[in-house]
């Protein structure tokens, strides 16, 4: 319950010079004699870093003493270090939440300059004070969470997200579509760049999970429905098994997709695919080379000697609009699929070293050996007197049969680094470097409401700081469900959202921001407008209360739902409901100052 | 319109050594060279890499304007031994004359 504000409180002000970042632009030590008379602070101090210890020191030190009971610090974004002062202040003893911000670096001094600055960064202080004066205490929101994690997808990230999740002691369900373990690894042989088996490395994943007595396996399993918020998701499942479904419903503390990609597959007729048998994609090729025993010194496909394969990397990939074929859904996959190249080079390089006599032409728009050992394939594959060729994405290598030569096709090409001129390489089977597609998740992100990029990929919070995790708290996201990766790189995200999501149970509760929206029951009067402009379903309920012997609707808020939006405090008639850190009020007393000539002078 | 000679390589082995797919095509032969024609020894150098066959000697009289100064073979980065590769090309050219 919010404590009632009727005093006044004593704010102090901490402004920083940011080393030069601030002071440069602004005068600081006028701002600091400006704030000084701001209504309700009772000191102001300037530090030339505020989030060094010593100015730490002096927020808890005032705070220690009783000067103030309300702190302002003025220096860079919040994101940076808002989370660093509300722990000075809880290390002083006083609630964290008695703490505004204002961000007198990225939206002043580094964007003003002179009198005007200066002027803006007292204005901005004047607001963050006037907020302070009304700011509460306020508890963290604890949600107790099930120790338990589903992860959905039984790929190689599926498999290395539940193992690591269930070393810190955390029980794991993993649920596959299929009836079987281990998605796309099964379909691979030797992995690029380094050759390891894939078989292998499947196998001492496969003997890790089979045998680990927290990780349940449910296989030929689809999920139906999933509801609940973080620490308590309920999951509804059917369950294929001898023909009948069986219903199983999974109850657990966070989720991590790991969903998967699927190999793209070219249209009828693309680069003569589906028409001509030795026209192939990579991941046929693979098939291919894993199940060869030939033992000459020439490949053999079919039963045919294979003299020279043109292979033609970007199949499906780097999809330009106006001159690739779009799908039926109007979609092109843009993206780079990022596998291709090294898994091409590395195909190659194996037919090379074990058919000398077998000829290679790489057409490529580029080579993208991104990777630590990747660019050494390109180099061996050189060594190995692979012939690359490379075409400009406006004229695609065209692949035609041929009438009086003893090749079966002929592939034409303008080949850039022969000075654009045409050539005619003739070949007996022709690769295709067919990349990554993202499955279709849809189901599954609209239950969750998870966001899906527009390459349809799934899309995590940020790319760079947060790539594991999906907006909804409690739910995480590893593999190539998210983007093309190979195989480490999918290892590399299971272990970041394993992590991630164990260091989120791991305590048995969850500490949430008290940010969320509270109902005044003097108030409120059961009109219901603020849960139909409610954005997230469940977090406002309309429940039955007895209020002097009559039954009535009153508004209630599941806290651990509510987003903080304020969408219910716009449209409450009685203005009955209002969000805790963010209210109606303190906006108004923060436009006051802002407005009010008197600070900036 | 050149239909590769997947052949070419071995072919050419009778006339030269077999350092042109050492060549990645950085024209720092063609950049150093005096004669100042376009893209020579380069260009060369690649119709062996892709065993463009018909373009050598449809082209041939290049050759000839070659004055055998080094420069080229000096200053490969990957010791294609560029010099080396144009005398065996005349070889090459040479012995095909006659024959058509």
């Known amino acids: ?601 | 319109m050149t239909t590769i000679n997947l052949d070419f390589a071995e072919e050419l082995k009778e006339y030269s050594d077999d350092t042109a797919l050492e060549c990645f095509n950085c024209g720092t032969c063609a950049a150093i060279c005096p004669l100042v024609h376009d893209n020579f020894p380069r260009r060369m150098i690649r119709y062996i890499q892709v065993g463009a066959r018909e373009k050598i000697l449809e082209n041939s009289d290049e050759l000839w304007r070659c004055l055998h100064c080094g420069l080229c073979t000096h200053t490969c980065p990957r010791e294609a031994d560029p010099g080396e590769i144009i005398l065996g090309l005349k070889r090459f050219v040479v012995a095909n004359w006659r024959r058509s």
């Open chain 1, 1 to 601: 319950m919010t404590e009632k504000n009727t005093d006044n409180k004593k704010v102090g002000v901490y402004i920083c010079y940011c080393g030069g970042n601030i002071s440069d632009h602004v005068d600081v030590e006028e701002v600091k004699k400006r704030a000084e008379k701001m209504p309700n602070v009772v000191v102001a101090r300037t530090n030339m870093f505020m989030c060094s210890d010593p100015g730490q020191e002096l927020i808890i030190n005032d705070l220690k003493s009783g000067k103030i009971d309300r702190v302002v610090v003025a220096s860079c974004a919040p994101s940076l270090h808002e989370a660093t002062f509300r722990d000075a202040i809880k290390r002083a003893g006083s609630n964290p939440f008695i703490y505004e911000h204002a961000n007198i670096r990225e939206q002043v001094s580094w964007v003003h300059h002179g009198e005007p600055a200066t002027d803006k960064a007292t204005i901005l202080i004047a607001s963050a004070a006037a907020k302070a004066n009304l700011l509460t205490p306020l508890d963290p929101i604890r949600v107790e969470a099930k120790k338990h994690t589903t992860v959905i997808g039984g790929g190689i990230a599926g498999i290395k997200t539940a193992i690591d999740i269930a070393q810190t002691g955390i029980n794991v369900a993993l649920i596959e579509k299929s009836s079987l373990l281990g998605g796309q690894l099964n379909n691979l042989d030797k992995l690029a760049p380094s050759g390891e088996k894939a078989s292998e490395v499947l196998q001492e994943l496969l003997d890790q999970i089979l045998t680990h007595k927290s990780i349940t396996i449910h296989t030929d399993c689809e999920i139906e429905a999933v509801q609940g918020y973080v620490g308590n998701f309920s999951l509804s499942i059917s369950k294929k098994s001898d023909n009948k479904i069986e219903k199983l419903n999974i109850e657990t503390g966070a989720i991590v997709m790991a969903t998967g990609a699927i190999p793209y597959i070219p249209f009828d007729g693309e680069f003569g695919f589906g028409q001509h048998e030795q026209v192939i994609t990579l991941q046929n090729l693979i098939q291919i080379l894993k199940n060869n025993k030939s033992t000459g010194s020439i490949l053999e496909v079919n039963g045919k000697r294979i003299r020279n394969i043109v292979m033609i990397h970007c199949v499906g990939s780097r999809q330009i609009p106006g001159i690739h074929q779009p799908k039926e859904d109007g979609k092109l996959n843009e993206y780079c699929s990022r596998t291709c190249c090294a898994a091409m080079l590395n195909a190659s390089n194996q037919i090379k070293e074990n058919f000398p006599a077998t000829r290679i032409y790489e057409m490529y728009r580029d080579i993208r050996t991104y990777g630590r050992g990747q660019e050494e394939l390109y180099t061996q594959a050189s060594a190995n007197k692979v012939v690359f060729m490379r075409y400009e994405a406006n004229a695609q290598p065209e692949v035609s049969l041929t009438r009086d030569s003893d090749y079966p096709f002929q592939v034409k090409v303008k080949d850039s680094l022969t000075f654009n001129e045409e050539m005619d390489v003739p070949a007996d089977l022709v690769v295709l470097a067919t990349g990554i597609e993202p499955d279709d998740v849809s189901g599954l992100a609209s239950m969750m409401k998870l966001p899906i990029g527009t390459d349809k990929f799934l899309l995590e919070v940020h790319p760079k700081l947060r790539p594991v995790e999906f907006p909804i708290t409690g739910i995480f996201l590893a593999g190539t469900c998210q983007a093309p990766m190979d195989v480490g790189e999918a290892c590399n995200a299971a272990g970041a959202a394993a992590v991630k999501a164990s260091a989120l149970l791991r305590k048995g509760f969850i500490e949430l921001d008290p940010f969320v929206a509270e109902v005044n029951p003097n108030k409120c009067q059961g009109h219901g407008a603020c849960i139909e402009a409610c954005l997230k379903e469940g977090a406002l309920t309309l429940v039955e209360v007895d209020i002097d012997g009559k039954t009535v609707k009153r508004a209630q808020v599941t806290a651990a739902m509510c987003l903080g939006c304020g969408a219910c405090a716009a449209v409450c008639p009685e203005k009955a409901i209002d969000i805790n850190g963010w209210a109606l009020k303190q906006y108004e007393d923060m436009v006051d100052a802002i407005v009010s000539d008197g600070f900036a002078v």
